[in-house]
């Protein structure tokens, strides 16, 4: 069993930045990729970054130049800097984490309002 924390969200202006974290613990697993995704209501869940174990990284084209995904492996903890926020990055925002190559766990998700 896998859980994963969330932390970080909140309320902020446009063009404001915030800086989430996602901290993975329990025992007798090996992480491989992790990332993040975001929800808004009534829209469809979409990736927002991506690293792998090894560094490789992937964004969504809408916040490539103004998110960095960034990991600590002896953490076991991503992180998300989210820098130049606009009202379009409000959303739930979930920690996804694979483990032992097979099985995906989700944080509980932390709302990021960025009002204009």
């Known amino acids: 069993q896998v859980q994963l924390v969330e932390s970080g969200g909140g309320l902020v202006q446009a063009g404001g930045s915030l800086r989430l974290s996602c901290a993975a613990s329990g025992r007798g697993f090996s992480i491989d990729h992790m990332g993040w995704f975001r929800q808004a209501p009534g829209k469809q869940r979409e990736l927002v970054a991506l690293?792998?174990?090894?560094?490789?990284?992937n964004y969504a084209d809408s916040v490539k130049g103004r998110f960095t995904i960034s990991r600590d492996n002896a953490k076991s903890t991503v992180y998300l800097q989210m820098n130049k926020l606009k009202p379009e990055d409000t959303a739930v925002y979930y920690c996804s984490v694979q483990v032992n190559g097979l099985s995906n766990y989700w944080g509980q998700g932390t709302q990021v309002t960025v009002s204009s």
């Open positions: 690293i792998t174990m090894t560094g490789n990284i």
